[in-house]
């Protein structure tokens, strides 16, 4: 008969096994009893249940007090590791960033790991020193890679997912122009003046970075009745340093400009009215109750929400 199907296995349950534990420890059924917060009637009911069930007296009397029976010495040991098995189940999951070796596995798109990963990353070292964090790019699969569990959460540039992912607003972004030093409009966009008919005369490199949808600036000046001539397009915000030396325009999101002051490029505000956007933190459902992830996602709340602009 297996495990399973013995009746007598499936008359106990975690009081028994935390009395028996009590029991071979103390060799008394009343300190036992006291130990699981058990009055004598029922302690004396778990023990016969106990016996039944194991087919053995476990406790009976000696010359001068109760001893233990060979079958339950023989038990100490098992009964001790199961106890610490069930511990185990029960746990709620502790979490101490200060020893943890955990590897979080986290999508990140290239914008995020150009402007906001590094202070992340500082945070993370400072408070979870032996942790490893690897990045994954964001892409088709990223939404599926979270729901199999290959990934714990990622940065989300697009619009927020539904149900069963959670998605919650890091912070909010906008697009700015950006044009070489020595463009014909460089002076007027250092003064932050560029009108709008010289910026959609000069030719323009279109970021497109995998967002659906029809390019929210193509959008604004559609409804003026404008256009601009796209001359290349690219899903690589890396591509903003092709502008030295050309007379292109790009745009792109306001902290990635930031990184090219003092390196040949102008940056400059859009003359024309272009939406903000939110940057994401999105998840899976089926990691709420990971205390590791929450304490991550957390961590990333508090590091990033801090740069926030608030929405538009």
């Not at 297996?2 to 028996?20: A, K, N, V, W, Y």
């Not at 009893?33 to 023990?47: F, K």
């Not at 746990?91 to 995020?112: I, K, L």
């Not at 306001?254 to 940057?279: E, I, K, M, N, Y």
Request: aromatic share 6%.
């Amino acid at each position: 008969m297996g495990l399973m199907q013995d009746p007598h296995i499936e008359s106990l349950d975690l009081r028994s096994l935390r009395f028996l534990a009590r029991l071979i420890e103390t060799g008394s059924v009343t300190r036992a009893g006291e130990a699981c917060g058990l009055s004598q009637p029922t302690a004396s009911r778990v023990l016969g249940r106990l016996r039944d069930a194991l087919g053995d007296p476990l406790l009976v009397r000696g010359q001068q007090k109760h001893v233990l029976t060979s079958r339950a010495e023989a038990l100490r040991d098992a009964v001790r590791e199961a106890e610490e098995a069930v511990a185990l189940l029960m746990a709620r999951g502790d979490f101490d960033p200060a020893v943890t070796e955990r590897t979080f596995r986290m999508g990140a798109t290239e914008y995020s790991m150009a402007t906001v990963v590094s202070s992340l990353l500082q945070r993370i070292q400072a408070t979870a020193p032996r942790s490893l964090v690897r990045f994954l790019p964001v892409g088709p699969a990223t939404l599926d890679a979270l729901e199999a569990g290959e990934l714990d959460l990622t940065f989300w540039p697009f619009e927020a997912p539904e149900e069963p992912f959670v998605a919650v607003d890091l912070f909010w972004e906008h697009l700015v122009g950006v044009v070489c030093a020595r463009h014909p409009m460089a002076r007027l966009a250092a003064e932050g003046a560029v009108p709008l008919d010289a910026y959609v005369a000069h030719p323009h490199i279109l970021l497109a970075p995998g967002s659906p949808g029809a390019n929210p600036v193509d959008g604004a000046l559609g409804a003026l009745g404008l256009s601009r001539r796209v001359a290349f397009t690219t899903a690589q915000f890396s591509t903003i340093w092709a502008l030295r030396g050309t007379d292109l325009v790009m745009n792109v999101p306001s902290r990635l400009a930031a990184l090219t002051r003092d390196h040949g490029l102008v940056a400059f505000p859009l003359p024309v009215q272009v939406p903000a956007f939110a940057c994401r933190l999105v998840w899976h459902r089926r990691s709420e109750g990971d205390p590791g992830l929450t304490w991550l996602r957390d961590l990333m709340r508090s590091e990033l929400t801090t740069q926030s602009e608030g929405p538009p």
